[in-house]
């Protein structure tokens, strides 16, 4: 992601954080007029939401900031650290959603099912406006963990206005207990499974769209190239994707090896979306690596060419 699509993702979750912004206000009224579990469960839903917005804006804002001395890497990793703050606070509101449905459950009050069915129409109609909004943007951490929530969020709303008919035509309230229950699965599968790629990310875990085994048979099959070894692959961000490598290549010319250079690199862009490469060009088998030489002849740690899996 270039620094224009990162303007871009800030403008349409600044428009997204006003839209929440009014929305949060009118089902926080609503729930505590109507009693409603499931309305007052999406209003501390919808809390979390507007301040991940905020977060996530900030978060996209830093990341566009100039690589220095610093933080030679530029400051990608802020904006998957805003995305893990997002998800793990998703995780506690859920879990708190499923405390509060086992005590109404136990506890049963009266819902007044006229105001939730008015105010799941007009969060539906928001939150539907909010997933158009940033649907072009989900490449994205930060932008896609918001798209995930406010599409789980219309499917609340729809619930919540499924809720309110049931008991208006039926009497049976605690479908707004079970509805909560729901809503509650709904956000914590999606945070779960986005902390995990927050986790993976600070892991320094090869994304998992790429093969080892995959990237070094491309690597391999260029001319020019003869091996290829100690390679380490990871995401600064879900956008971007370093790699370094050991290449074993033949006797080339100065030319030569700036041409082999290019089409490594391009290579590895074009068909791997790696988009920073430090390649260490070696003619004779892994002649630079410290563990080759001869006072260093323990295997180091950090090498996956003796790896079985690649």
């Known amino acids: 992601m270039n620094d224009i699509s990162i303007h871009q993702s800030q403008r349409k979750i600044f428009v997204s954080i006003g839209l929440v912004g009014g929305i949060l206000v009118l089902k926080l009224c609503f729930a505590v007029l109507t009693n409603s579990l499931a309305l007052f469960s999406d209003s501390w839903h919808l809390i979390t939401d507007f301040a991940s917005l905020i977060i996530s804006w900030w978060g996209l804002k830093i990341a566009t900031k100039q690589a220095d001395c610093k933080n030679t890497f530029g400051y990608y990793r802020y904006s998957v650290l805003t995305a893990l703050i997002n998800n793990v606070s998703l995780i506690t509101i859920s879990l708190f959603i499923f405390y509060k449905a086992v005590d109404r459950f136990l506890h049963p009050v ?142 080339l010319s100065k030319e030569d090896t700036l041409e082999l250079l290019h089409n490594i690199q391009h290579t590895c862009y074009d068909k791997f979306g790696i988009a920073h490469t430090t390649i260490q060009f070696e003619y004779c088998a892994c002649s630079s690596c410290f563990h080759n030489k001869i006072d260093h002849q323990k295997q180091c740690s950090l090498c996956i060419d003796l790896c079985p899996t690649g």
Do not use: Y
């Open 110 to 251: 009266a819902v007044e099912p006229q105001g939730m069915i008015i105010v799941a129409t007009v969060g539906l109609i928001v939150n539907l406006a909010i997933v158009l909004n940033l649907r072009k943007n989900t490449n994205n951490l930060n932008v896609r963990s918001a798209f995930l929530h406010f599409a789980g969020d219309a499917l609340a709303d729809f619930g919540v206005l499924l809720g309110g008919i049931v008991i208006i035509f039926t009497g049976w309230s605690k479908v707004d207990t079970l509805l909560s229950s729901i809503l509650a699965c709904l956000i914590l599968k999606s945070a779960v499974k986005m902390t995990w790629e927050c986790l993976r990310i600070f892991l320094e875990s090869v994304p998992g769209n790429i093969s080892i085994l995959e990237l070094r048979s491309t690597v391999l099959v260029i001319d020019g190239v003869r091996g290829v070894s100690d390679i380490h692959v990871w995401a600064i961000s879900q956008e971007v994707i370093a790699m370094t490598a050991h290449v074993w290549v033949k006797e």
